[in-house]
């Protein structure tokens, strides 16, 4: 019997969630297990309409008693592991040659070992499954099939990147969509593709021929750089895709696309003639960033800003000294008629030298008299008028006057527009005084220029002081440069119309955006947009497809003197016919393409579309466009998805995607943002191979960080890392990553809890190896089962799994995979392992009937073949070998990611079942408790006793008896009516106010001896906590210590208290029983 079918079939149910008490687990069906106060089961409908915030605060409760099971699961893994050690002379499975995997030739189905191996291992496990599913075509969508489509492309990497940990939980995000729909019985496209990345790899290749030859690339010239930078691509390009393969990510390699391969360069010619011809692209000059390393301008997102709060030594690239950023230099202009002067206050004196006014508020009595007057310039004599803005002037701040560089500044550039200024450029692209800055400066560097601008000054005798002043500075994140804002032509796409139309697709609905709460990010940002620079200054990219045309008798020759001389067209053959009817009569002496190449989120924001054949209507894009879904994380909401939107309705008519999903950043455990200089970068690969620590020093080693950061980075790595890092697999980290979605903005990456769900896969791998012991050589799974006949454990295991797809199903259709995730690790861990399981062995064991027998080894297949399809979009490695195992009575499908994803059968609902199972969990847990607090060992066995007064109860706890006895630990269970049928020397608990629980003692556990340990225990833990807390409420502990340090320390402290109280109630539990 299977729980299976199609899109037909779906079902929708939003999970419940119970109240969490310490010790208590949830599971996904909203049942509490071992451990409940009450009896009665919640009602379904009611907990559906449960509050947002209480579900949230609940899944967090469950992500705490998942992680605390997750390191309990490493702990135990790790005493196995010593326990086989010890076993000298005792032949483990792992040493037989029946379980070891014979060799799989590249591509063919993995040939298993006929025995099972003893203990789960991911390297083994996850080898061949991937290069027989690729070969098989598993992964290929077909354009003409009818079923319905579900249509996502890769957020592309860059050609130059390795799997970082962001790669990664996009990766496992991505690839479980893709793998439920696609078991959902949808026609499912996933594209691979990398983006060119015009400013990374330029520098990864102009850094590879300065070291292999000594040479800049200008040394190259552009012709043979090009050729080093796609040799380098040839050779390197691909490595990202070989990592997206270890990941198990199931997208469709037979449609892998380059941002730079001539399909995609066809769609980006083609986008800028459109955007051209439509008016929405133009050429002006503009501020910009400059990168005056790169010599190139550069978009906003490839600026890091740091805030520096007060004069800072910084080193900038290019520079032996270091250069004083966070000093506020006043100097003064004398006025024109020699009567005075005018202070003014700049943190970057150099740019004095391209000043043209002086700015005043027209409202301060200060400067009333000087409206309309000038100063003059100390260096060249150049008149400055004196200007009012009440815009940019604040009379309040500093001497109220405020000197403007309109062609160095975005505050001045505005002021410089609005009052007709002069615009001066005193840099070079490389960060040199032009012509421009007077002979005094002229060659000099901006920053040496700087120094020599103030000495300058003070010479004249116009130096006025320096003070702190805290800035913000912008950064190259590509070379660490200090930013330069330029003035440059360069060409613009006009956005506001088509940020309107982007806006309007969230407003009506066309496209939702997933967490809605980033909708508000959408509008602030679409609706404050500025025109788009989308030239770059580069050699590696899409170079500009607009020919300049110098006429005999332009008075200005150099190229892009003159914005109407420009001619946009899809190749140089049309553009030269079009200049010629366009400039009828004019002799042109000169035609050359712009050397600029194109942004790199031009190419990319054409994406979901390009990759499909547009401009071209291919069966691609008529299949499977518009797209399903956009995830990615999101950082990158405005820089790119919202250009691929406007892109998108602009050249197709359409919205590219009806959905955007956006992940989490992922930080560290302590939740701080992820760097090199912290040392807590994470790779993806060195989660799932494993790495020592002193692998993870000698990878921090062959970096370039400088001396002190290299000693606080390898500080971070002993610290996060004392043993390096454990092998985990790739199925775990995806778990992980997935199980930590939840978390909306930031993900805090614990890898110790990655660890905890390696070890889980242990849990799953020994759940198969039981059920091949169990099920028999011979074992024929039944095509139905008559549930009316199953015993009571199999129709509520059966329930509970029934409830579980539907939750997970709920789930998955809102995204919500970190939910879905969480429901599917109850049902195996709680559900599944801690309890049917351990029903089963009675019943397999022992001399129960063959029907008995037959029916829960059927029940227990359909547990395990259901439970592994609903976990296979999660961890595609084991549950594939491991479903592979299971026995079948007919090969359906090769694969499991073939097979069906589980849907809800209502036959299975059993509520009367759930409600007597919560029961006797709740039982259970509270025995359980009570058996601890006494000290009673679990070889030990005790008798225990209900007592209850309801008949009900009493008839429903008699029928299972040998349940509660099996999972309680106890040697049996008796049930009474009355407290005088028991036998002296029993401990008591109190289930709910119908139900008590009795543990015989008397003969098991010797009280006054436990008693003894305890209250000595209880006083040695009271001296610690006393001692520790007087450590940290020091003042020099609280002056000293990070807070980073202090926070742990507080946790360490809480956990102290709350083992010293439950030691607390142990002994008095005791204390009544002695």
Not at 94 to 113: F, H, I, Q
Not at 250 to 266: G, N, Q
Not at 769 to 786: H, K, Q, T, V, Y
Not at 921 to 935: G, I, Q, Y
Request: aromatic fraction near 8%.
């Amino acid at each position: 019997m299977l729980l299976g079918g199609g899109p037909s079939s779906m079902f929708l149910v939003k999970r419940n969630f119970c109240k969490v008490v310490p010790g208590f687990r949830v599971l996904s069906s909203g049942r509490v297990r071992l451990g409940m106060e009450d009896g009665a089961p919640e009602d379904l409908e009611r907990k559906k309409k449960k509050e947002e915030k209480a579900r949230e605060k609940e899944l967090k409760k469950l992500k705490a008693a998942q992680k605390a099971e997750a390191k309990k699961l490493e702990a135990n893994a790790a005493k196995q592991v010593e326990s086989k050690k010890e076993k000298k002379g005792k032949e483990s499975n792992d040493d037989l040659p029946d379980s070891k995997n014979p060799y799989t030739p590249s591509g063919e189905k993995k040939r298993l070992a006929p025995v099972m191996a003893q203990g789960y291992n991911p390297a083994l496990v996850e080898a061949s499954w991937y290069e027989y599913w690729e070969k098989q075509g598993f992964f290929v969508a077909d354009a003409s099939s009818q079923k319905p489509k579900f249509v996502m492309v890769i957020p592309p990497p860059n050609v130059t990147g390795v799997l970082h940990i962001g790669h990664a939980l996009m990766c496992a995000v991505e690839d479980t969509l893709t793998r439920w729909r696609r078991m959902k019985g949808y026609e499912t496209l996933w594209v691979p593709g990398v983006d060119h990345a015009g400013i990374s790899t330029q520098v990864v290749v102009e850094k590879k021929i300065m070291r292999e030859k000594g040479l800049t690339r200008h040394d190259v010239g552009r012709e043979d750089f090009v050729k080093e930078v796609w040799s380098w691509k040839e050779q390197h390009g691909t490595s990202i895709f070989s990592q997206l393969r270890k990941m198990g990510a199931s997208v469709d390699w037979s449609r892998e696309c380059f941002t730079m391969d001539e399909p995609r360069c066809k769609a980006v010619v083609e986008a800028f003639v459109r955007f051209h011809k439509d008016g929405l692209l133009y050429r002006d000059n503009r501020l910009v960033n400059w990168d005056c390393v790169l010599r190139t301008a550069i978009s906003d997102i490839e600026v890091d800003y740091i805030d520096v709060e007060k004069r800072t030594l910084r080193k900038v690239p290019g520079y032996k000294s270091t250069v004083e950023f966070g000093a506020l230099t006043s100097f003064a202009y004398p006025l024109e008629d020699g009567k005075g002067e005018i202070v003014v206050a700049t943190t970057r004196p150099e740019t004095m030298l391209g000043d043209s006014a002086v700015a005043v508020h027209p409202e301060d009595p200060r400067y009333s008299h000087l409206h309309g007057k000038f100063v003059v310039h100390p260096f060249n004599g150049r008149k400055l008028p004196i200007i009012c803005d009440a815009v940019l002037v604040d009379m309040n701040f500093g001497t109220g006057a405020v000197k403007i560089t309109p062609a160095h500044d975005p505050n001045d550039f505005l002021v410089g527009k609005r009052h007709n200024l002069q615009f001066i450029n005193i840099l070079t692209d490389d960060g040199k005084i032009n012509g421009n800055g007077g002979p005094d400066f002229q060659g000099m560097m901006r920053f040496d220029a700087r120094a020599a601008v103030l000495k300058a000054l003070e010479d004249k005798g116009l130096y006025r002081g320096v003070a702190d002043n805290s800035m913000r500075l912008g950064i190259c994140s590509r070379t660490g440069d200090v930013v330069e804002p330029m003035i440059k032509p360069q060409w613009y796409v006009s956005c506001k119309d088509i940020a309107a139309k982007a806006c309007n697709a969230v407003r009506t609905k066309e496209l939702e955006i997933i967490p809605s709460q980033f909708e508000d990010t959408w509008f602030r940002w679409l609706e404050n947009i500025r025109d788009w620079c989308v030239s770059r200054q580069l050699w590696w990219g899409h170079q500009i497809p607009a020919w300049y045309c110098t006429f005999e008798g332009d008075e200005l020759k150099e190229m892009g003197a003159y914005n109407d001389h420009w001619i946009v067209a899809r190749s140089e053959t049309e553009a030269r016919v079009a200049a010629e009817e366009k400039f009828s009569g004019k002799k042109i002496i000169s035609f050359e393409q712009d050397p600029d190449v194109l942004d790199t989120w031009f190419s990319s924001g054409l994406f979901p579309f390009s990759v499909l054949g547009w401009p071209e209507a291919t069966k691609d894009l008529q299949a499977f466009y518009p797209t399903t879904l956009l995830e990615t994380g999101h950082d990158i909401l405005f820089f790119w998805v919202a250009r691929m939107v406007m892109m998108g309705i602009q050249l197709t008519g359409e919205v590219p995607f009806k959905q955007i999903f956006l992940h989490a950043m992922v930080r560290d455990a302590h939740g701080r943002k992820m760097s090199k200089s912290l040392g807590n970068v994470i790779d993806p690969l060195d989660v799932i191979h494993g790495i020592t620590l002193d692998g993870l020093k000698a990878k921090l080693s062959q970096g370039n960080l400088d001396p002190a950061e290299y000693k606080t980075a390898l500080a971070g790595l002993q610290s996060d890392f004392p043993e390096g890092i454990p092998v985990c697999g790739a199925d775990a980290l995806r778990f992980a990553l997935v199980n930590y979605t939840a978390q909306s903005e930031n993900i805090n990456l614990d890898v110790q809890r990655v660890a905890g769900y390696r070890y889980w896969c242990n849990k799953l791998w020994n759940a198969i190896r039981f059920a091949m012991l169990n099920l028999g050589d011979n074992f024929i799974p039944s095509e139905e089962l008559n549930i009316s006949e199953l015993p009571w454990s199999c129709k509520w295991i059966l329930s509970a799994l029934n409830g579980t797809v539907a939750a997970v199903d709920g789930h998955m259709e809102k995204y919500d995979l970190s939910a879905a995730s969480s429901a599917i690790y109850s049902w195996w861990q709680y559900d599944l392992c801690d309890v049917f399981i351990e029903l089963t062995k009675p019943t397999l064991s022992k001399g129960d009937s063959e029907d008995a027998k037959k029916l829960t080894r059927d029940t227990l297949w359909v547990c395990l073949e259901n439970g592994l399809r609903l976990l296979h979009p999660f961890m595609p490695f084991v549950t594939e070998e491991l479903w592979q195992r299971l026995p079948r009575a007919q090969e359906e499908n090769s694969s499991i990611m073939l097979a069906s994803y589980p849907t809800r059968r209502k036959d299975l609902d059993n509520e009367a079942v759930d409600a007597e199972m919560t029961l006797i969990l709740s039982t259970v847990k509270a025995v359980r408790a009570l058996c601890a607090a006494c000290r009673v060992q679990p070889k030990q066995k005790p008798g225990g006793f209900i007592v209850t007064g309801d008949a009900e109860l009493f008839t429903m706890f008699t029928d299972h008896s040998s349940e509660l006895a099996t999972l309680a630990n106890l040697s049996s269970m008796n049930i009474c009516n009355d407290v005088a049928e028991l036998p002296a020397g029993c401990a008591v608990t109190i289930v709910n106010d119908k139900v008590s629980a009795y543990v015989m003692l008397q003969g098991i556990v010797d009280l006054s001896s436990e008693l003894s340990k305890l209250l000595k225990q209880k006083d040695e833990e009271s001296k610690k906590i006393e001692v520790f807390q007087k450590k940290i409420s020091s003042q020099v502990y609280k002056d000293k210590a990070s807070e980073e340090v202090q926070e742990a320390d507080r946790a360490r402290l809480a956990k102290m208290v709350g083992e010293l109280e439950l030691r607390v109630e142990s002994i008095q539990l005791l204390q009544k029983l002695v």
